[in-house]
T-cell receptor
Framework: AQTVTQSQPEMSVQEAETVTLSCTYD???????LFWYKQPPSRQMILVIRQEAYKQQNATENRFSVNFQKAAKSFSLKISDSQLGDAAMYFC??????????FGAGTQVVVTP | ETGVTQTPRHLVMGMTNKKSLKCEQHLGHNAMYWYKQSAKKPLELMFV???????ENNSVPSRFSPECPNSSHLFLHLHTLQPEDSALYLC?????????FGPGTRLTVL
């Protein structure tokens, strides 16, 4: 069975600073996708970034980037130049060829002025 | 309308009521999903429909009954719910690996 683990219930960061959220996963598959979703107080689940397991290059989307370590089964998210609008719950998620998306428990990001 | 929409956004019901949640996707996707999000728990996948056929039922109690009449619409029929069923119910759709979520229905069972 696949599992996704987020060990940080909450992370605090000052505006303009950088924060890194950790995620580890367990799988025996070789082909899979990893995602980071953001859920602000509105509860709308928004895709932040995705990584295909077959790609060695780490994905980036503007201020968001990942550090994908396939052998270690690690998938961390870095938020650079943090903004107040980044405050939200962040979920790491995994899916394989079966298309079944599995989520971690989430990390609450608090951004302080 | 664009993306994935859900109605109603909030629902309060008694344990003896029957209600339905509706999800509609305007993305031309071929798969739709229901998730349950309870406080302090990871999102739980409830049902998956692919090409209007149910392909996943994650041991969900029979008081939850899904219906997918076509590839754009997904319903979740509710009856004789329990207070522990109070949660945010999220709908999603996909065409491939990436899922797009609706805004959710906040359900409170009294």
């Amino acid at each position: 069975a696949q599992t996704v683990t987020q060990s940080q219930p909450e992370m605090s960061v000052q505006e303009a600073e950088t924060v890194t959220l950790s995620c580890t996963y367990d799988t025996s598959e070789s082909d899979y996708y990893l995602f980071w979703y953001k859920q602000p107080p509105s509860r709308q689940m928004i895709l932040v970034i995705r990584q295909e397991a077959y790609k060695q290059q780490n994905a980036t989307e503007n201020r968001f980037s990942v550090n994908f370590q396939k052998a270690a089964k690690s998938f961390s998210l870095k938020i650079s130049d943090s903004q107040l609008g980044d405050a939200a719950m962040y979920f790491c998620a995994y899916t394989d060829s079966w298309g079944k998306l599995q989520f971690g428990a989430g990390t609450q990001v608090v951004v302080t002025p | 309308e664009t993306g994935v929409t859900q109605t109603p956004r909030h629902l309060v019901m008694g344990m003896t009521n029957k209600k339905s949640l509706k999800c509609e996707q305007h993305l031309g996707h071929n798969a739709m999903y229901w998730y349950k999000q309870s406080a302090k728990k990871p999102l739980e996948l409830m049902f998956v429909y692919s090409l209007e056929e149910r392909v996943e039922n994650n041991s969900v109690p029979s008081r939850f009954s899904p219906e997918c009449p076509n590839s754009s619409h997904l319903f979740l029929h509710l009856h004789t719910l329990q207070p522990e069923d109070s949660a945010l119910y999220l709908c999603a759709s996909s065409q491939g690996y990436e899922q797009f979520f609706g805004p959710g229905t906040r359900l409170t069972v009294l």
